[in-house]
């Protein structure tokens, strides 16, 4: 067991399967010599050479492109987006092909591929290197949709997206890269895709979560507990498949639900997590299915004063906990 980050996991996780598996390459910008804008691949070029650490030119069509020839062609390439507001290009290779491999080749053919897409603001990123684009993904059936929050998600989830023989997409959010720290297994595991876990136990309500909103939440859920509420948070780890059982079982217990997340919650991650809610534990609820998450504005401004007033916080989420306790 040692103590990493977020991006220390991810890089571990690449090295290890890389080694473990020789069909496993890594491709996108400056991934190689430069180890990546974020070093998430640094020192990979040293061990694996460039025939295995691809840098790439700066056209992320080409990228998922790229990978999804190799991946329907027998290798395991694990692409890396700079950002995910850059991702706008390569959305034919994976919405439009990508996802229908299995099912347009009756089977014949797969696509086991992993493209790894920083996600999210609270860095000042501003308009271009903010956003949160996991709903649309999330939507297309045939992808996987995996977004861990702590360093032992990361390796776990990132090791079984590699393993998988579908495409998967793996959402890191920027901030939590070096913020988040947490002890890691050195052995080999890995965690099944689909799979929800309670991060806090509680009683009196659930707040369902992902990516830095769990950090933000298990904060918030701590400062209510000064005030006599005990809440539950369910970290959600994969978007697509959504955990129901777990969702429904965690919110029929506490009778109520908050759910909170950093995108905006028109026809989001949350309306889908609502709508299981509302149908499994409708006669169980206590309360109104809440959801918490920031103004319906096209992009997450750069002023650090407007990104703190766009961006949930602890206690935004403090202040939600206690208005649905108080019904």
Not at 221 to 247: K, Q, S, W, Y
Not at 315 to 320: G, H, N, S, T
């Amino acid at each position: 067991m040692s103590e990493q980050t977020v991006i220390e996991a991810v890089r571990a996780t690449l090295q290890s399967e890389m080694r473990r598996d020789d069909t496993v390459i890594v491709l996108g910008e400056d991934v190689g010599s430069r180890g990546g804008v974020f070093l998430a691949t640094d020192g990979l070029i040293d061990e694996f050479g460039e025939n295995r650490v691809i840098d790439m030119p700066l056209a992320e069509s080409l990228i998922c492109g790229v990978a999804l020839g190799a991946a329907v062609n027998g290798m395991r390439p694990v692409a890396e987006i700079q950002f995910a507001d850059f991702v706008w290009p390569a959305i034919n290779q994976l919405v439009g092909e990508a996802s229908k491999v299995r099912y347009g080749t009756n089977g014949v053919k797969t696509a086991p591929m992993t493209v790894r897409i920083p996600y999210g603001g609270g860095v000042r990123g501003g308009l271009y290197h903010s956003q949160s684009i996991e709903v649309l993904f999330s939507h297309t059936p045939g992808l996987s949709v995996v977004a861990p929050a702590t360093p032992y998600d990361a390796k776990g989830l990132l090791a079984t997206a590699i393993r998988t023989d579908d495409p998967v997409i793996v959402l890191e959010h920027k901030r939590t890269y070096r913020l988040v720290k947490g002890d890691v297994p050195d052995e080999d595991y890995t965690i099944p895709i689909g799979k929800a876990e309670i991060k806090r136990p509680g009683t009196d309500m659930t707040i369902v979560t992902y990516g830095l909103m769990l950090h933000y939440s298990l904060q918030a859920a701590e400062m209510a507990a000064a005030n006599g509420i005990d809440v539950e948070v369910l970290d959600l780890r994969t978007l697509r498949p959504l955990d129901a059982d777990a969702i429904a079982e965690s919110a029929s217990r506490t009778g109520k639900a908050l759910i909170v997340q950093e995108d905006t919650p028109a026809v989001s991650i949350s309306s889908e997590v609502a709508a299981i809610i509302g149908e499994r534990c409708f006669f169980d609820l206590d309360g109104p299915i809440t959801r918490l998450g920031p103004p319906e504005l096209p992009p997450m401004p750069f002023s650090p004063i407007q990104e703190a007033a766009f961006m949930p916080s602890p206690e935004k989420i403090l202040a939600a906990i206690t208005k649905l306790s108080e019904i």
